[in-house]
């Protein structure tokens, strides 16, 4: 995803949680939309952004839900931020310099970071297997 992609080039296009979230909404819904609910494809707009809700059951989904962003407790630009600096950097990037950099807990950035390469490993094993 953040291949090629030059630090700059990142921060122009994902610098606000809107922009991570229409991004979001293209790499989960862009083949398919349907309820995990009810599997029905028909959906409603909704006052949330990134949001979407089923016509026939009416349940909500976010663009964050069953996603490696699900409960967020800090905004997804730095979420992503996050993802570009592990993903872009040569050696392991420590959460302490997570931490200085985007000014959030380091018990935080921590724990985003070994949920992250939990997700990378799991695809690499995933990918492995096919």
């Known amino acids: 995803m953040f291949e090629g992609l030059s630090i700059c080039d990142f921060q122009s296009q994902f610098s606000e949680d809107e922009l991570c979230t229409d ?3 293209f790499l989960k819904w862009r083949d398919s939309y349907s309820c995990r609910n009810c599997g029905y494809k028909k959906y409603c707009s909704t006052k949330k952004y990134g949001e979407r809700r089923y016509c026939s059951c009416g349940k909500p989904e976010s663009a964050t ?3 490696l962003f699900h409960k967020l407790k800090f905004p997804i630009h730095k979420a992503s931020f996050i993802l570009y600096l592990i993903a872009t950097t040569k050696k392991c990037i420590s959460a302490l310099e ?3 950099k985007l000014d959030l807990h380091k018990r935080t950035c921590d724990y985003f970071k070994r ?3 939990a997700a990378m ?3 690499m094993q995933l990918q492995d297997e096919w």
Do not use: G, N, Q
């Open 98 to 100: 997570l931490h200085r």
């Open 115 to 117: 949920r992250a390469m």
């Open 23 to 25: 991004s979001l909404v």
């Open 121 to 123: 490993a799991f695809t």
């Open 65 to 67: 839900a069953y996603t």
